[in-house]
């Protein structure tokens, strides 16, 4: 009988994908957010082939010399900027993901964010709360129909959600690096900054790079219209979070939808938390019993085929695949 794989698990799995890891692998624990290089006796650092974690797990250079076996990371979510990819690369460690399935989740939180700024869902909660309806009626909001929706970024999250703003009868417009032929029917290229100038609603879908990085500032804002919101459901620091909060004090842009924060945890003494035309979410946008289960049932999955010599079903740097093949 071979030796099991030995494994790192920083993930919280449910039972029956517990137990299909540990009839195949020799689990090794790791609390969520523990280095796995301090938490790992030395001993087994060398044995260990895999591993599936979150975002909160760092897969870095030192981490990468810390288990000079691995061959396999998954990542439990579809971001990897916990990852140096190049690092693996090198090293011929594969970082896997879960893109996909969780594309409907953060487009509806999407739409939602979009809808609740519009009509002013949050506070017309309050309202109704406060008694104050009973005194006068809440003040006229915006319709969403038949404006102009930005999508900074058309991958599978953005063309999910300019699929779901041709039924408000939405203007869709995106910029890409380059053109998507996917988008084709769903959307119309435009550049970037007559994306910014254009947009009644400019969401944002790109992911975060060194590039990326505070890609959004206070040229960008500029751009924008005075009734414009903005909606960032793709990384916090994608967004210059200290231009964004001037740009709503000033009454650049009418307001912001958040799903991600520079900081997450936000904390309460955040200015986001202090203003009006804001409304935050708590980094919700796959977390729906549904969405979670099929990430990390896919996470799983990518980690169990790759060590059992299967191709993954998504890979984030595909040539170590190619190149072991």
Partial sequence: MSQKH??????????????????????????????????????????????????????????????????VSSNFAVGFDNVDVAAATRRK???????????????????????????????????????????????????????????LGMGRIGRVVARAAQAFDMKVVYHNRRQDPAAQGLATYVGRDELFAMSDVLSIHIPLSAETRHSVGKRELGLMKPTAYLINTARGPVVDEAALIEALRAGAIAGAGLDVMEQEPLPPSSPLCELPNVVLQAHVGSATHETRRAMIDLAVANLLDALDKRKPQAMVNPEVWEARA
């Fill in 93 to 151: 460690v594969l970082i896997c993901n879960t893109p996909g399935v969780l594309d409907g989740a953060v487009a509806d939180v999407t739409i939602g964010l979009m809808l609740c700024l519009a009509r002013n869902l949050v506070a017309g909660d309050a309202f109704v709360r406060s008694g104050a309806w009973t005194k006068g009626a809440f003040p006229l909001t915006t319709d969403i129909r038949g404006k102009t929706l930005g999508l």
């Fill in 6 to 71: 030995k494994v790192i698990v920083s993930a919280p799995l449910p039972a029956d994908l517990r137990e299909k890891v540990a009839a195949r692998c020799e689990i090794i624990e790791v609390p969520v957010g523990q280095s796995p290089a301090e938490s790992v006796p030395a001993a087994l650092r060398p044995q260990v082939a895999g591993m599936v974690c979150t975002m909160r797990t760092l897969v870095d250079q030192a981490l990468l010399d810390a288990f000079p076996a691995l061959a």
